[in-house]
Nanobody, 122 residues
């Protein structure tokens, strides 16, 4: 089992940047594929980005491709989401998730953090 704790959210102006971090407990972090999801008020949780166990493969939602970068440091048990050129529509609670396979399907991720709020003002 793994516990996930997100940090790094906040309020930023449009065009700005934020870096989210997700710290994982346990010694098996490197055995999990990791992902970031987000959920805006009144909307369903949506996939943002995913990264394989080694970090060699990444996937992105079309809405963030070219602006967001997912990365991981297995030595630090941490996954990151660098968010650049932020837009008001990026406003949401951002969650990290861990699963046994890299995927864009929500139900394939077994462990979830509590989320961190990102607010982008226009």
């Amino acid at each position: 089992q793994v516990q996930l704790v997100e940090s790094g959210g906040g309020l930023v102006q449009a065009g700005g940047s934020l870096r989210l971090s997700c710290a994982a407990s346990g010694r098996t972090f490197g055995s999990y594929s990791m992902a970031w999801y987000r959920q805006a008020p009144g909307k369903e949780r949506e996939f943002v980005a995913a990264i394989s166990r080694s970090g060699g493969r990444t996937y992105y939602a079309d809405s963030v491709k070219g602006r967001f970068t997912i990365s991981r440091d297995n030595a630090k048990n941490t996954v990151y989401l660098q968010m650049n050129s932020l837009k008001p529509e990026d406003t949401a609670v951002y969650y990290c998730a861990a699963g046994n396979t890299i995927a864009t399907i929500t139900r394939l991720y077994d462990y979830w953090g509590q989320g961190t709020q990102v607010t982008v003002s226009s």
